[in-house]
Nanobody, 127 residues
């Protein structure tokens, strides 16, 4: 059974940094592109970015470019999201997801293109 488990969320000061992790199991991690999404309170889930299966291609939503960095360690079956210069509007539940097709990536994927999701990790920003 494929499973994704996020960690690393918590209470962080505005302007600070945070690194989220997503541990994967049950699937050949290195064969699948991985995405990060976030859902702020009262808002719809928002695409953050996607990284291709070997990490050679990464695309970000315009809203996070320059402050968010996605990376992966295929040897550890782990996906990462580094967030710098945190802002109050970054408060959200952050979820990772596995792209449904192996060795495929798209620039602006729809949620439906991901078939496995983690439960999310919450990020709270204090001013």
């Amino acid at each position: 059974q494929v499973q994704l488990v996020e960690s690393g969320g918590g209470l962080v000061q505005s302007g600070g940094s945070l690194r989220l992790s997503c541990a994967a199991s049950g699937r050949a991690f290195s064969e699948y592109s991985m995405g990060w999404f976030r859902q702020a309170p009262g808002k719809e889930r928002e695409f953050v970015g996607i990284i291709s299966w070997l990490g050679g291609t990464i695309w970000y939503a315009d809203s996070v470019k320059g402050r968010f960095t996605i990376s992966r360690d295929n040897a550890k079956n782990t996906l990462y999201l580094q967030i710098d210069s945190l802002k109050p509007e970054d408060k959200a539940v952050y979820s990772c997801a596995s792209y449904s097709l192996p060795r495929s990536v798209t620039k602006e994927p729809e949620e439906e293109e991901f078939d496995v999701w983690g439960h999310g990790t919450q990020v709270i920003i204090s001013s």
